[in-house]
C-alpha cells in the first residue's frame, strides 16, 4: 500500500516536472534523446551494411559471424563500458582524442553497445525477405547492389524494429554512460544516470518521477517510429 | 516502391543533419569561449549532500573555469588522479592520501573541511556499546555478533569510509580480511544511503559519516541512533589534492589552483560551514582552513593534526609545487 501511494504520488511529480517546465528534467531528457539516438544512427551506419552482407552473401564462417552478434546481444554495458573507459582514458591508447567524460564518448561506447542488435534483427528481416525479390531486380537489370537495396526496402519494417529496439537499449542503459559519461551535471548527465544518483541521494520520489519520464522518453520516440512505419512503409 | 524509399532515405537524412547540425553548433558555441573545464573527481558522501552543487555555480560565476564534476567515492577518484583523468581530487581518506602524495600523482593538499564519523545502532543496542570508546565499542560488537546477537554492516567498497573501517578494525585489534569471513560481517558493496537503509532494515551496527546520516534520519522513520560519536578516531577530514603537472602534463594544473584558492577563500568557508543549516538540526561539515590557522584551535584542530596530518603537516614542502602561498 505504501509503495503504490509513493508510486502514484511519483507519476503526479513526475507529471509535475514534465509539465512545470523544469528545465533540468527536459535539459536531461532532451540530452538522453540527442545522445542515444546519435549512437543508434552511427549504428545503423555502420550495422546495415553488416547486415546485408550477412544477409545476401554466401561466405565461410558466416554462421559463426551471426552467433558472435546474436551472443553480443547480451554483453554487460558495465563490462563495455570499463572497456571503453581503459580505452578512452588520458593515459589509455586513445587518451589523446579527451573523449572520456563527454557526450561523444558516450555516443560511440552506446552505438558499440547496440551495433550487434541492429545486425541481428535485420538479418533476421532481411533473411526473411523473398530471395525472388532480388532476383526479379537483375531480371530487370539491376546491379547486385541495386538488387540488394531493393531487398532492403523491402525488409524495412523488420529494420525499422532493429532501430527502435537498438534506441530502446542505448537509452536505458546505465553502465556506459556512468563510467564514460561520469555524469556530469548538465554535460554528460542523462536519465538513467540521474536516477542512479537521486536513488544514491536517497530522493526516491525524485527518482521515480525521473524513471517515468524515461518510460515516456521511450514511449515517445516508439510512437514516433510506428507512425514513420504507418506512413510510409505500409 | 521509388517513392516510399526515398522517404525512407529521406527521413534519416533530415533526422541525422538535424542531429549533427545541432551537435556541430553546439560545439562551435563551446569552443567560441576562452573558458577552460576543470575535472574533479571527488567522493560520493560529500557530493550527494549538493554543497558541491552550490560551490559549482558560485565558483563558475566567479571564475573562468567551468568544473565537471565525477562523483565516484574515493577509490576511484584516486584512480583517476593516477590515470590523468581528473585535474584534482576532493576524497576523504587521509592514509591513501598519503600514497597519492608520495608516490608524486598529487601535489598541493589543503584540507577543506571536516565532520565526523560516527557507530550507528539500533535503539536496544544488543552489543551495549552507547557511550564507550571507539575500540572497546567494536570489541563488544565483535562479542556479540559472534554470540549470534548482533550484525555489522560495512560499505566494502573500497569507499574514503570504507578505508577508515578498516583502519578502526585493525587499531581495535581486528583483522579484517577474516572478519569478512565470519557470518555476522556483511558487506553492503553500496553507497551510505543504501548501507543505512540496509542496516535500518535489519537492526544492524554501521559506520557511517554525520552528513549522511542527518540527512537520512530527516523524514524517515527510522530505528538507528548515534552510539559512539565525537572522538579523535572518528574525525572525518576533507582535503582536495592537485594532480601533480610534472608527471602528468595534460591536466588543467592553473585551473586546480584557483580552485583550491577558491575553496580556502574566507566567503566559500563560511559557505561550506553554514551549508544545510536551514534544512538540518545540525550543519553538515564544520569548515577547517580557519581552525587549522589559529595557535589555539582547541580539541578538534588537535584531532585533525593527530588523523590527516604528514610529517607535521597537511602537505610537506616537498610536495608543494611552489605553491607556497596557500600554506601562510
Known amino acids: 500500500m505504501n509503495m503504490i501511494t509513493e508510486i502514484v504520488s511519483s507519476f503526479f511529480e513526475a507529471l509535475n516536472l514534465v509539465f512545470s517546465g523544469d528545465s533540468f528534467v527536459i535539459d536531461i531528457a ?34 559463426i559471424i551471426k552467433w ?30 579527451g573523449i572520456l567524460y563527454t557526450p561523444t564518448g558516450i555516443i560511440i561506447g552506446q552505438s558499440i553497445l547496440v551495433t550487434p542488435i541492429m545486425v541481428s534483427f535485420s538479418v533476421s528481416a532481411l533473411e526473411s525477405v523473398n530471395p525472388e525479390i532480388r532476383n526479379l531486380a537483375k531480371t530487370l537489370g539491376a546491379s547486385d547492389f541495386q538488387a540488394s537495396i531493393m531487398a532492403l526496402i523491402e525488409g524495412a519494417k523488420g529494420v525499422s524494429l532493429a532501430i527502435v529496439g537498438s534506441f530502446n537499449r542505448a537509452v536505458s542503459e546505465l553502465g556506459i554512460a556512468l563510467m564514460i559519461g561520469g555524469n556530469i551535471r548538465g554535460f554528460t548527465r542523462v536519465l538513467t544516470t540521474t536516477i542512479a544518483l537521486e536513488t544514491r541521494r536517497g530522493e526516491i520520489t525524485q527518482s521515480i518521477a525521473i524513471a517515468i519520464v524515461l518510460l515516456f522518453t521511450i514511449a515517445g520516440v516508439n510512437i514516433v517510429m510506428s507512425l514513420i512505419k504507418r506512413l510510409w512503409l505500409r | 516502391m521509388n517513392i516510399k524509399s526515398n522517404h525512407f532515405v529521406l527521413i534519416f537524412i533530415i533526422l541525422g543533419g538535424l542531429i549533427s547540425g545541432y551537435y556541430i553548433i553546439s560545439s562551435l558555441v563551446t569552443q567560441e569561449t576562452d573558458r577552460t573545464n576543470l575535472i574533479i573527481s571527488t567522493t560520493t558522501s560529500i557530493y550527494d549532500t549538493g554543497l558541491l552543487d552550490v560551490i559549482e555555480i558560485d565558483f563558475e560565476a566567479k571564475y573562468a573555469i567551468d568544473i565537471l564534476f565525477i562523483p565516484v567515492g574515493t577509490g576511484q577518484a584516486i584512480i583517476h588522479g593516477q590515470r590523468g583523468d581528473s585535474d584534482l581530487i576532493l576524497v576523504h581518506a587521509p592514509i591513501r592520501e598519503y600514497d597519492f602524495l608520495v608516490e608524486d600523482y598529487g601535489v598541493v593538499r589543503k584540507i577543506i573541511a571536516y565532520n565526523f564519523f560516527i557507530i550507528i545502532g539500533s535503539k536496544d543496542d544488543p552489543a551495549g556499546v552507547k557511550g564507550r570508546d571507539i575500540k572497546d565499542a567494536l570489541k563488544h560488537i565483535v562479542d556479540s555478533g559472534r554470540r549470534g546477537e548482533s550484525v555489522w554492516i560495512s560499505r566494502g567498497d573500497d569507499s574514503g569510509t570504507h578505508t577508515r573501517e578498516k583502519s578502526l578494525w585493525k587499531e581495535a585489534g581486528f583483522d579484517v580480511t577474516s572478519l569478512v569471513n565470519e557470518s555476522w560481517y556483511l558487506e553492503a558493496g553500496a553507497g551510505m544511503l543504501s548501507t543505512l537503509r540496509l542496516a535500518n532494515e535489519k537492526g544492524a551496527y554501521t559506520l557511517s559519516d554525520t552528513s549522511t546520516f542527518q540527512k537520512f534520519s530527516k523524514g524517515t522513520q527510522i530505528e538507528l541512533e548515534i552510539l559512539v560519536d565525537q572522538t579523535k578516531e572518528l574525525i572525518n577530514v576533507y582535503s582536495v589534492i ?3 603537472p610534472d608527471l602528468i602534463e595534460w591536466v588543467n594544473f592553473e585551473g586546480a589552483i584557483q580552485f583550491i584558492e577558491y575553496l580556502i577563500s574566507e566567503d566559500t568557508q563560511d559557505l561550506i560551514a553554514n551549508f544545510g543549516g536551514d534544512i538540518f538540526q545540525k550543519k553538515l561539515f564544520s569548515s577547517a582552513v580557519e581552525l587549522l590557522k589559529s595557535s589555539s584551535g582547541g580539541i578538534e584542530s588537535q584531532w585533525i593534526k593527530d588523523i590527516a596530518f604528514l610529517d607535521g603537516s597537511e602537505c610537506p614542502p616537498q610536495y608543494r609545487a611552489g605553491q607556497n602561498q596557500l600554506y601562510d
Do not use: C, D, H, Q
Open chain 1, 68 to 97: 558472435i552478434f546474436n551472443i553480443s546481444l547480451g554483453f554487460p554495458t558495465v563490462t563495455l563500458g570499463l572497456m571503453l573507459f581503459l580505452l578512452f582514458s588520458r593515459s589509455g591508447p586513445l587518451g589523446v582524442f
Open chain 1, 30 to 63: 532532451l540530452r538522453s534523446i540527442y545522445i542515444s539516438g546519435f549512437a543508434t544512427i552511427l549504428a545503423l551506419g555502420f550495422g546495415i551494411p553488416i547486415a546485408m552482407i550477412i544477409s545476401f552473401r554466401e561466405f565461410f564462417g558466416k554462421n
Open chain 2, 242 to 244: 592537485a594532480v601533480n
